[in-house]
T-cell receptor, first 117, second 109 residues
Framework: GAVVSQHPSWVICKSGTSVKIECRSL??????MFWYRQFPKQSLMLMAT?????????EQGVEKDKFLINHASLTLSTLTVTSAHPEDSSFYIC?????????????FGAGTRLSVL | GQNIDQPTEMTATEGAIVQINCTYQ??????LFWYQQHAGEAPTFLSY??LDGLEEKGRFSSFLSRSKGYSYLLLKELQMKDSASYLC??????????WGAGTKLIIKP
């Protein structure tokens, strides 16, 4: 199947700093990428949908100024958590859909575990 | 509103068969997915159903009844490595993916 690379896999930062997470589709072009957040023992929560070359669409309740998403190319989307606070500590996962594919299978990155001290 | 229901947790024995049910109420339907997620890892795609009936893929099968808003994932010859959460997700009329909360499957020897 298609491979999505997410980096870093684990990050610990101080409160108030910003953290950038990268999501790359390695062997395919992805017109659409998704960013999820998952708290322990809970389901995936969609944060935003990212389309190449356009602004991301954020879900209700997600602060777009805090979670900056950039989808500059067909293979790369980034999520920047600005001025991170302990309540932002979570498991962040990206996924991508193959460009031109009718079947909307989402291929997931390995996830990034963010711990804010 | 949109809703997907699946049991929170199930327990089964190694070598046995288990069926994980999923019922959904969504605005439109454009397909149902099953994903497997091991603890601390990202989900991986298992199956996709858009037409009624059974889709078989090795030890895993997925069934769909659109009229009943119902699907199940059937796992045969259970192995310890099948211990994971199984997520049901439905694509609605806007092609937005609605996720269930997941079913944690515990396999006992």
């Amino acid at each position: 199947g298609a491979v999505v690379s997410q980096h870093p896999s684990w990050v610990i930062c101080k409160s108030g700093t910003s953290v950038k997470i990268e999501c790359r589709s390695l062997d395919f072009q992805a017109t659409t990428m998704f960013w999820y957040r998952q708290f322990p023992k809970q389901s995936l929560m969609l944060m935003a949908t990212s389309n190449e070359g356009s602004k991301a669409t954020y879900e209700q309740g997600v602060e777009k100024d805090k979670f900056l998403i950039n989808h500059a190319s067909l293979t790369l989307s980034t999520l920047t958590v600005t001025s991170a606070h302990p309540e932002d500590s979570s498991f962040y996962i990206c996924s991508a859909i193959l460009a031109g594919q009718d079947l909307q299978i989402q291929y997931f990155g390995a996830g990034t575990r963010l711990s804010v001290l | 509103g949109q809703n997907i229901d699946q049991p929170t947790e199930m327990t089964a024995t190694e070598g046995a068969i288990v069926q994980i049910n999923c019922t959904y109420q969504t605005s439109g339907f454009n397909g149902l997915f099953w994903y497997q997620q091991h603890a601390g890892e990202a989900p991986t795609f298992l199956s996709y159903n858009v037409l009624d009936g059974l889709e078989e893929k090795g030890r895993f099968s997925s069934f769909l009844s659109r009229s009943k808003g119902y699907s199940y994932l059937l796992l045969k010859e259970l192995q310890m490595k099948d211990s994971a959460s199984y997520l049901c997700a439905v694509t609605d009329s806007n092609y937005q993916l609605i996720w269930g909360a997941g079913t944690k499957l515990i396999i006992k020897p």
